[in-house]
T-cell receptor, first 113, second 117 residues
Framework: GAVVSQHPSRVICKSGTSVKIECRSL??????MFWYRQFPKQSLMLMATSNEGSKATYEQGVEKDKFLINHASLTLSTLTVTSAHPEDSSFYIC?????????FGSGTRLTVV | AQTVTQSQPEMSVQEAETVTLSCTYDTSENNYYLFWYKQPPSRQMILVIR??????QNATENRFSVNFQKAAKSFSLKISDSQLGDTAMYFC??????????????FGTGTRLKVLA
């Protein structure tokens, strides 16, 4: 079946630095990818919709300049957390539309120290 | 706006027994999809089952089945012959097409299921 590869699985960074998370669709093209954030023991909250070749669409309350999304090809979308702070520590998950439902990446646990 | 409610934060079931997880949703749409996802400790989201709103027949996938009551806006998941590997967080999700042509999920808050040996 369709696979979405997400890297890194875990990352620890210092406060003030930037971190890039990659999401790749393997063996299929994804014109649209979605980025979610999940706090401990909570549900997935949609952050933004990544569109290949165009600007991402951000959900209300999500800072565009903090969470930079680039979808430069049909198989790769990236999320960059800029000037990270401890409150950005979370679990980030990407997904791409497949049949019968969306396929999710394995997630990235970001810890900002 | 659409909302998805899972009223059971935690549940437990004995191995080989049957358990039902509840989910209700609120929408004025007529064309939509409903899903159950499983998130084990690995945090990988795994699709369990899907139901199209226009289908009256309840979806079934091996030990997993749903009770879809469209008028009541209810979408419960029944797990038969529970196995230890079923221990996970279960999310109910609603999806409908957006005017832009994309589809977005709205997730419930999840039910943590523990299967006891």
């Amino acid at each position: 079946g369709a696979v979405v590869s997400q890297h890194p699985s875990r990352v620890i960074c210092k406060s003030g630095t930037s971190v890039k998370i990659e999401c790749r669709s393997l063996d299929f093209q994804a014109t649209t990818m979605f980025w979610y954030r999940q706090f401990p023991k909570q549900s997935l909250m949609l952050m933004a919709t990544s569109n290949e070749g165009s600007k991402a669409t951000y959900e209300q309350g999500v800072e565009k300049d903090k969470f930079l999304i680039n979808h430069a090809s049909l198989t790769l979308s990236t999320l960059t957390v800029t000037s990270a702070h401890p409150e950005d520590s979370s679990f980030y998950i990407c997904s791409a539309r497949t049949v019968p439902g969306y396929t999710f990446g394995s997630g990235t646990r970001l810890t900002v120290v | 706006a659409q909302t998805v409610t899972q009223s059971q934060p935690e549940m437990s079931v004995q191995e080989a027994e049957t358990v039902t997880l509840s989910c209700t949703y609120d929408t004025s749409e007529n064309n939509y999809y409903l899903f159950w996802y499983k998130q084990p400790p690995s945090r990988q989201m795994i699709l369990v089952i899907r139901q199209e709103a226009y289908k009256q027949q309840n979806a079934t996938e091996n030990r997993f089945s749903v009770n879809f009551q469209k008028a009541a806006k209810s979408f419960s998941l029944k797990i038969s012959d529970s196995q230890l590997g079923d221990t996970a967080m279960y999310f109910c999700a609603f999806m409908k097409p957006e005017p832009s042509g994309t589809y977005k999920y709205i997730f419930g808050t999840g039910t943590r299921l523990k299967v006891l040996a």
